[in-house]
C-alpha cells in the first residue's frame, strides 16, 4: 500500500498490472467519489478486470482513504494538480484513460479539459459536474452530512452495530467535513461552461433513477461525440449495483479506443 509523495502531499495510491516485462500496455487512472469512499470502491468492482488488458492506477484522493488530510485545497483544480504531479512521478508521459465514479468524474473531466495531450479518453460513472446552484447544493448536503456523523447518537450506533472499518470511516468522514474546507472549497466552484472544448473519446453512464439527469443529458448534448448510457433501475450508486455490467462496458470500451 504505497504512500507516495505529490503536490506536497502524502498520497495513497495503487498499482496493478499483469503486464509481462518490457510489455507496454494502456495505462488506466481510476478516480473516486466525494467523502465517504476510497480507492477500494474501484479495487473491488473493476480494477482487477481491467488489469488484465491495461496497467490500472488507483489513488485515495487528497483527504480521502488513507491519503494525508489537509485543512485546505479541495476545489476540483487542487485534485487536477495532485493527480499531474503523480503521472509525473510515475513517469507516464503518454496520454492515460480516466475512469471516474460521482466527485472521480468531474475531476476527470477537469483534467481532460486542463491538459488534453494527457488523456487519452474518458469513461465516466455518475459524473457529478457543477452546474448552476451546485456549489450551495452540495455545501448544504455536505453540511447536513457533517451535522449527522456529528451527532452522538450516530456514533455510538455505529461503534455497537457497524463493523469497525464502518465505524473508522464515518469518524474519518465526520472530521474531513467538519475540520477542512472541503465545504466552503465546494460551494465555491464555478458553473462548468466548457464540455464543448473536451476533445477526447467520452461514455458515460448513468442510472435512471438518478438525481442527476440533467448533468447526464448536458454530457451527452455539450461533449463532442459522447455516448451516454442510461441504465434502468439505478441510482447514483451505479458503480456498486451493477458492477458486472460496468465490468462489461469498460472492458469493451478500452478494446475500442486503445
Not at 143 to 151: I, P, T, V, W, Y
Not at 170 to 176: N, Q, V, Y
Not at 240 to 256: C, F, K, P, V
Request: hydrophobic share 45%; charged share 25%.
Amino acid at each position: 500500500m504505497p504512500i507516495e509523495q505529490a503536490n506536497g502531499l502524502k498520497l495513497h495510491t495503487q498499482h496493478l498490472s499483469t503486464a509481462a516485462e518490457g510489455e507496454s500496455r494502456p495505462q488506466v487512472v481510476m478516480l473516486h467519489g466525494l467523502v465517504i469512499d476510497n480507492l477500494s470502491s474501484w479495487y473491488y468492482t473493476l480494477a482487477n478486470p481491467v488489469a488484465m488488458v491495461a496497467d490500472v492506477h488507483l489513488v485515495d484522493l487528497r483527504g480521502h482513504g488513507r491519503s494525508e488530510m489537509p485543512k485546505t485545497g479541495y476545489t476540483v483544480e487542487d485534485n487536477v494538480d495532485d493527480l499531474v504531479a503523480l503521472l509525473d512521478l510515475w513517469g507516464i508521459t503518454e496520454p492515460v484513460h480516466l475512469f471516474g465514479n460521482s466527485f472521480g468524474g468531474v475531476v476527470s473531466l477537469a483534467l481532460a479539459h486542463r491538459h488534453p495531450e494527457r488523456v487519452a479518453s474518458l469513461f465516466l460513472i455518475e459524473a457529478h459536474f457543477a452546474v448552476e446552484g451546485w456549489g450551495e447544493h452540495m455545501a448544504g448536503s455536505l453540511a447536513l452530512a457533517a451535522f449527522g456523523l456529528d451527532e452522538d447518537a450516530v456514533q455510538d450506533w455505529l461503534a455497537e452495530n457497524a463493523d469497525r472499518k464502518l465505524s473508522r470511516m464515518a469518524k474519518r468522514s465526520e472530521r474531513f467535513l467538519m475540520e477542512t474546507s472541503l465545504i466552503d472549497d465546494l460551494q465555491a466552484e464555478e458553473p462548468i461552461t466548457w464540455l464543448s472544448e473536451i476533445a477526447c473519446p467520452t461514455y458515460a453512464m448513468y442510472g435512471a433513477e438518478t438525481d442527476i439527469m440533467d448533468r447526464a443529458l448536458e454530457l451527452r448534448d455539450k461533449v463532442p461525440g459522447c455516448e451516454l448510457e442510461i441504465v434502468a433501475d439505478c441510482s447514483h450508486s451505479l458503480l456498486t449495483e451493477q458492477s458486472g455490467l460496468i465490468r462489461e462496458r469498460a472492458l469493451a470500451w478500452l478494446d475500442r479506443v486503445t
